[in-house]
């Protein structure tokens, strides 16, 4: 499913139109990823959390030369399905 699919699903569900249903998705999104992009934490209860983790700097390795690298720390968005969330999908 991609966007515009979600965007038809939650048109239907909801009994709107595509365009509120495309603002109200699109809404969504992008205040997930400013929040979480400002290192604040959304948790969905049910649904599940989205957060920003910090990845601390390690070794690797370049793979085609074997050459030790050092990867610079970062930070990355994450996800965590609650309860829910997690039941739901073992149980189709």
């Given at each position: 499913?991609?966007?515009?699919?979600?965007i038809?699903?939650v048109?239907?569900?909801?009994?709107?139109?595509?365009k509120?249903?495309?603002?109200?998705?699109t809404?969504?999104?992008?205040?997930?990823?400013?929040?979480?992009?400002?290192?604040?934490?959304i948790?969905i209860?049910g649904?599940g959390?989205?957060?920003?983790?910090?990845?601390?700097?390690?070794?690797?390795?370049?793979?085609?030369?074997?050459?030790?690298?050092?990867i610079?720390?970062?930070?990355?968005?994450?996800?965590?399905?609650?309860?829910?969330f997690?039941?739901?999908?073992?149980?189709?």
């Open positions: 499913m991609n966007k515009s699919d979600l038809k699903a048109a239907a569900k909801a009994e709107i139109t595509n509120d249903a495309e603002k109200a998705v809404a969504l999104l992008d205040t997930i990823v400013e929040q979480v992009a400002d290192g604040q934490e948790r209860v649904f959390t989205f957060e920003r983790r910090e990845r601390k700097e390690r070794m690797g390795s370049n793979p085609r030369s074997n050459e030790k690298i050092t610079p720390a970062s930070k990355v968005p994450a996800f965590k399905a609650g309860k829910a997690k039941d739901a999908v073992a149980n189709k």
